[in-house]
């Protein structure tokens, strides 16, 4: 089995045949786009954990702009989704360091992605590091965050997760026990094509573990004053797409 970040990372057939006879170790990078000359760009994923999305905006940069997501780690098999974001500025910061040792760095995230880029900023700022750009996209103040958040259920937590047009609404979700909400909602993307054939309730079930996990780091986090510049970035509406954050 490969991940999809396996699959950005290692982009030849032979690449691929040589990650499925060894274990390469577990990275969050993502590489969306590792071509160009000019310093890469490393956007943070949103609540879901997913950095895959960031692929159109990677595009619209141009081929001369390398740029690498972050995905959070819960997604595969034996992992543990983090807590805090804390731990996983400082995860994405040793990550990005052993890629890029001396900077100078820019960082971006979308939404709850934005706030642990703003936190990986902290860190390298303290530890002495340029940061050229930290750019947040619709990044919420955490003064707005609601503790209430933290007690959804997850049939709406998982509808927050699929498009609209999924076919399943949170209240026949309700009806159902954990593991048949989960049954469900696979078999209803499967047959949209909207999730590869191999995918499963277990696969599912850890993306949502990380969802929460995540939830739950952004409401414990409360940063502290950021002596840099900061690039904010708000759409004038948002499209009808499932509220990730």
Excluded at 103 to 111: A, E, I, N, V, W
Aim: aromatic share 6%; charged share 25%.
């Amino acid at each position: 089995k490969l991940s999809a970040a396996a699959v950005f990372r290692h982009r030849t057939v032979e690449e691929l045949a040589a990650a499925m006879r060894i274990r390469v170790p577990w990275s969050p990078l993502v590489p969306i786009q590792t071509g160009g000359s000019r310093p890469p760009l490393f956007c943070v994923h949103p609540l879901g954990g997913l950095a895959i999305g960031y692929a159109a905006l990677a595009r619209s940069l141009g081929a001369d702009q390398p740029f690498c997501g972050l995905q959070s780690i819960g997604m595969e098999e034996g992992q543990e989704p983090l807590d805090s974001v804390q731990a996983m500025a400082a995860m994405y910061v040793e990550a990005i360091r052993q890629m890029l040792p001396d900077g100078p760095y820019l960082l971006s995230g979308y939404s709850y992605g934005g706030r642990v880029a703003y936190e990986m900023a902290q860190v390298l700022r303290r530890d002495g590091r340029d940061v050229s750009l930290l750019a947040l996209l619709d990044c919420a103040s955490p003064a707005l965050d609601d503790a209430t958040i933290t007690d959804v259920d997850d049939a709406t937590l998982l509808c927050n997760l699929v498009p609209d047009d999924i076919g399943v609404t949170i209240e026949e979700l309700r009806r159902l026990d954990a593991d048949a909400q989960l049954r469900s909602v696979v078999a209803k993307a499967r047959e949209r094509g909207l999730i590869p054939p191999d995918f499963d309730t277990d696969g599912l079930r850890r993306f949502l573990r990380v969802y929460k996990s995540n939830i739950v780091a952004g409401y414990r986090h409360r940063p502290a004053p950021y002596p840099g510049r900061i690039t904010l970035l708000q759409t004038e509406e948002r499209a009808a797409i499932p509220d990730q954050n």
